[in-house]
C-alpha cells in the first residue's frame, strides 16, 4: 500500500514570491466556492471539533476555520494518480500553493 502524503495548502501574498509572507486562502464559504469546480465538497455532515472535512478525487482536505477565515489547509492524497491533477486546477484556480509537510517544498 502506497504511503499518505500530506501537504499544507497555503496562499500567497505575492504568489510569485516563494518568500513572501501567507495570508489566509479566504472564508470559510470562498473555499467551498474554490474547491467546489474540482468535485471536492464535504459530505453533507456537522464540522466536529471545528475541523471541516472535504473529499475529492484521491484526497481529503481538512481546514479549522478561526472566525471565518480560513488559514490553510491540511491536504491528504490517498490517491497520487488522482489528486495531483484536481489539486494542480485547484492551485492554479485560485494563485494557493502546496507545501510538503516534510521537505518544506512548494508547489503551485
Known amino acids: 500500500m502506497a504511503r499518505r502524503r500530506q501537504l499544507a495548502l497555503i496562499r500567497l501574498e505575492d504568489p510569485d514570491d516563494?518568500?513572501?509572507?501567507?495570508?489566509?486562502?479566504g472564508s470559510e464559504s470562498e473555499f467551498r466556492d474554490a474547491v467546489a469546480p474540482f468535485n471536492t465538497a464535504t459530505d453533507g455532515r456537522e464540522a466536529m471539533g471545528g475541523s471541516i472535512t472535504f473529499y475529492g478525487p484521491g484526497l481529503?482536505?481538512?481546514?479549522?476555520?478561526?472566525?471565518?477565515r480560513v488559514t490553510q489547509a491540511?491536504?491528504?492524497?490517498?490517491?497520487?494518480?488522482?489528486?495531483?491533477?484536481?489539486?494542480?486546477?485547484?492551485?492554479?484556480?485560485?494563485?494557493?500553493?502546496?507545501?510538503?509537510m516534510e521537505s518544506g517544498r512548494m508547489f503551485g
Not at 18 to 25: A, G, I, K, M, Y
Open 60 to 68: 481529503v482536505i481538512e481546514i479549522v476555520p478561526i472566525g471565518d
Open 74 to 100: 491540511l491536504v491528504t492524497c490517498q490517491d497520487q494518480d488522482f489528486a495531483w491533477p484536481v489539486l494542480y486546477g485547484i492551485c492554479k484556480a485560485n494563485k494557493w500553493k502546496l507545501q510538503d
Open 18 to 25: 516563494r518568500s513572501s509572507p501567507t495570508v489566509p486562502l
